[in-house]
């Protein structure tokens, strides 16, 4: 959201550079196929085949660069970080190279291959061309410790060759990529034998239980690259690391929980069983938010927009975001303070007091944490359990039903998720919990702000990502499309719909006015037709979804006081339509 006081031109120039290298990706037609790396099992061997096997040659990098070609010399092997084994590739871009090392691949034609790599830096790229049939591609931004990237490809009825590759992007830092795997039938080009199955994992600990969710951790297997995780039996997740969230359980109920490892070759033995019971469910006294919902921002300062008391903003609203929770001088603590002064004089007796009213008119009213400036940072446990004190705090001094998280600098998914899973356990199952990321943040599963609301997707409210202050950005279709358009709202919300929120998750959210952001505004009634688009499969411009979200959540705007700088004439146009979708 924007600060009350500081122009956004230093980020808009930064939202203009990726602009630029979003649209050259586009060019060189290293568009992401699909909206995140994907999660296809590797393919069985037909009854009586030969088992499938890893067809690249010196996947791990013990031989050095040997098998590889990396662009203009940027490649190397290093001994730190590596994944496995004692070496792992270091590929540096230049500001006319993105460090690209590839190899050609012996495959079988008409074929199934799981190409997949372990990689960190920023803007990582993994793929495959020359398949005979679709190219694929797929990425991870700012990855920091090791994420998996995988996808998966078809060869075509007289292709033997394939090229795989990885590349960073034009004058970003170094990128490191290690454990290189295409897996399927032997291509007969005496690639690497691969990983026998996994053992079964030890140590399954179940830890937090809140009253839909359980967190469960264990020791790690070898051989593994990812496990599996079953309840009562039954598989209802699949990860990379040794810890997960089981969520969607009753409450005041006990389950069982088992894990298996994976890799390339196989699944391994479930693991000992452990059982955990849920906590009785909470309760919290603020009403329940409607299928279809409106989100407004209340500017706590005066910026030029209208200056407005929480009783001044309209009924069309059914979330209202009082903007800015403030950071202390505790880590991961947050507080709040009232601008009198800068509202007219407007005492925190009369704001409690305003808050109590729309929430009797069946409103919520949350604080949201962050905005442009926010400083807050919540990056390990101690800053987490401080954030969900202070939040559950504020909530009982000013009757706040919830938060919003708007962090601007970043964000840490798992002590993110950590401190919203400790904050809900004190608030109760009506706890609001929405988030406002920017469009970059939502472009894969892999960012920090994806991978938070998908960690607390049981107990998150809505994403209203902002849709705005962007440049252009990717589609769910890999195509480049501009902002300020009906096809940006759909082809961007379309990321979120089909990488794992439930419809009822995701919101558009978009400047009240012209003045309300740098980039980005659209009319109301584009607002409308995007909302159509979505829900009912009608208005849509070049971009439709292959398929309707009846149950998408509704609208956002910044700012209520924007709004009614220019009469409410968004809540006005938006509001009535949010409130008569399907």
């Known amino acids: 959201m924007p600060h009350p006081l500081v122009s956004r031109t230093p980020r808009s120039r930064h939202r203009r550079w990726l602009t630029t290298a979003f649209t050259g990706l586009a060019a060189a037609a290293l568009a992401v196929t699909g909206t995140a790396a994907g999660a296809s099992a590797a393919p069985h061997a037909a009854a009586g085949a030969a088992a499938d096997v890893n067809n690249a040659k010196n996947p791990g990098f013990e031989s050095g660069l040997s098998g590889w070609t990396c662009s203009a010399g940027a490649g190397s092997t290093v001994s730190s970080p590596v994944h496995g084994g004692t070496s792992a590739l270091k590929a540096t871009p230049a500001g006319s190279d993105q460090a690209r090392c590839s190899q ?12 997949s790599a372990y990689v960190q830096g920023s803007y990582v790229y993994l793929g495959a061309s020359g398949t005979g049939t679709t190219d694929v591609s797929t990425w991870a931004p700012g990855a920091t410790t090791w994420q998996q990237l995988k996808t998966t490809f078809t060869t075509g009825p007289s292709t033997t060759s394939v090229t795989v590759y990885t590349h960073g992007w034009y004058g970003q830092s170094a990128y490191f990529a290690d454990d290189i795997s295409v897996f399927g039938p032997d291509g007969g080009g005496n690639g690497d034998p691969g990983d026998p199955v996994p053992d079964a994992p030890t140590g399954l600990a179940a830890g937090a239980v809140t009253s839909s969710s359980v967190a469960l951790s264990w020791s790690p297997a070898k051989y593994a690259t990812g496990y599996n995780v079953y309840r009562d039996g039954a598989k209802v997740q699949a990860v990379t690391g040794t810890s997960a969230t089981v969520t969607g359980l009753s409450p005041s109920t006990a389950y069982r929980f088992q894990v298996a490892a994976t890799n390339a070759a196989g699944e391994s033995a479930k693991s000992a069983e452990v059982t955990a019971t849920t906590s009785p469910g909470g309760g919290n006294p603020g009403p329940s938010v409607p299928k279809h919902a409106v989100t407004g921002y209340w500017q706590n300062f005066n910026n030029g927009a209208t200056v407005q008391k929480i009783s001044d903003v309209p009924g069309h609203y059914d979330i209202i975001a009082v903007s800015f929770a403030d950071a202390t001088t505790t880590p991961g603590a947050i507080t709040f303070n009232l601008d009198s002064a800068g509202l007219g004089g407007y005492t925190v007796e009369q704001f409690k007091a305003d808050i109590r009213a729309k929430q009797a008119a069946g409103k919520n009213v949350i604080l949201s944490v962050g905005g442009e400036k926010g400083t807050i940072s919540v990056n390990d446990a101690a800053s987490a359990n401080n954030f969900a004190n202070s939040a ?16 601007e600098n970043g964000i840490n998914p798992t002590y993110m998720s950590q401190a919203l899973r400790s904050l809900s356990q004190k608030a109760g199952s009506k706890l609001v919990i929405t988030m406002a990321p920017q469009t970059i943040d939502m472009q894969s599963t892999q960012g920090g702000y994806f991978k938070t609301a998908l960690n607390i997707k049981d107990i998150l409210t809505v994403v209203n990502m902002q849709y705005y202050n962007s440049g252009s950005m990717l589609g769910c279709d890999g195509k480049v499309y501009s902002q300020g358009t009906v096809d940006f709202l759909t082809a961007l919300a379309c990321i979120q719909l089909e990488g794992g929120l439930d419809p009822s998750q995701v919101g558009l959210g978009v400047p009240a006015s012209t003045r309300a952001a740098g980039g980005g505004y659209v009319s109301p009634s584009v607002v409308n037709s995007a909302l159509d688009c979505l829900t009912k499969g009608t208005s849509c411009g070049s971009f439709k979804p292959a398929k309707t979200y009846p149950s998408l959540r509704g609208a956002m705007t910044w700012s209520t006081n924007w709004d009614a700088a220019t009469g409410n004439a968004w809540s006005n146009a938006v509001g009535p339509h949010v409130h008569n979708l399907p």
Do not use: C, H, R
């Open 392 to 407: 559950y705090a504020l909530m009982q001094e000013y009757g706040f039903n919830g938060v919003d998280i708007d962090l």
């Open 104 to 115: 050609t691949v012996a495959v079988k034609p008409g074929s199934t291959y799981t190409l």
